[in-house]
């Protein structure tokens, strides 16, 4: 698919998928605010946000985010939950 190009703001030039890994927490905000569908074609904002949010973990697993230091996302994985578990305090 050939995903349109963002033209405002601050991930202007970038598709959505790009925009969704390198930081969720803005796709999701300015989806709520509806600047997305405002100047993107519908079906393609509605798609990420669709996939986005119906990501499920593997069964026996859960989901690790990595964060940038200033708190936006680097992207995730799939942990077995008895690692996970090892890490608890």
Excluded at 22 to 31: C, Q, S
Excluded at 64 to 89: M, N, Q, R
Aim: charged share 30%; glycine share 6%.
């Amino acid at each position: 698919m050939d995903w349109s190009i963002v033209k405002f703001g601050k991930y202007k030039n970038r598709t959505l998928p790009q925009i969704i890994f390198e930081d969720a927490d803005w796709f999701f905000w300015a989806y709520k605010e509806g600047a997305l569908q405002k100047w993107l074609p519908k079906y393609e904002v509605e798609l990420i946000y669709k996939r986005a949010t119906r990501i499920k973990p593997k069964d026996g697993c859960y989901v690790k985010h990595f964060l940038y230091t200033d708190g936006t996302s680097w992207g995730f994985d799939f942990i077995p939950i008895d690692e996970a578990e090892k890490k608890l305090p």
